[in-house]
């Protein structure tokens, strides 16, 4: 069968969760895996070589400003010293597309930072972007490959 229009994936047809709570006033999510590499010169080419040595995660999180969840979390940890880590798993979900579900679960996430106060007038709703790193992933649920 080829690739048909329906076969995409609508980008509203998701959900995220943080430790098992659905956080249904999220807007837009996005995880990373970026590797780190080591440039290595190799005698007799004019090209540099690279060895990959690693990786990191990092994401980003813009969330519709309905609680004061986040900045609960940041203050704890300047009131305490106890710096918290998650679990956030991303499901992808569109029905209609034909192509199954996808579960993306994040391990160890931890918040870089977090906007305490923010006041606009101008905006129609207030949206609030948290920075992450985490380090571990898994898939414990992919999209079909064939079509």
Request: proline share 1%.
């Amino acid at each position: 069968m080829a690739f048909r229009a329906q076969n995409t994936i609508s980008g509203k047809e998701g959900r995220l969760f943080l430790d098992g709570e659905e956080l249904a006033y999220i807007k837009k999510f996005e995880a990373t895996i970026e590797k780190n590499k080591s440039e290595v010169n190799i005698m007799g080419r004019r090209m540099t070589g690279h060895k990959t040595t690693g990786a990191k995660g990092t994401g980003t999180a813009t969330f519709y400003k309905v609680t004061s969840k986040f900045v609960r979390i940041i203050l704890d940890y300047i009131k305490t010293g106890e710096d918290k880590y998650f679990t956030f798993q991303g499901v992808l979900d569109d029905k209609s597309s034909g192509r199954g579900t996808e579960r993306v679960t994040l391990y160890d996430v931890n918040f870089d930072s977090v906007k305490v106060a923010g006041l606009d007038v101008d905006s129609e709703a207030l949206e609030e972007e948290i920075p992450f790193t985490f380090e571990d992933a898994d898939l414990p649920q992919s999209l079909r490959d064939d079509f």
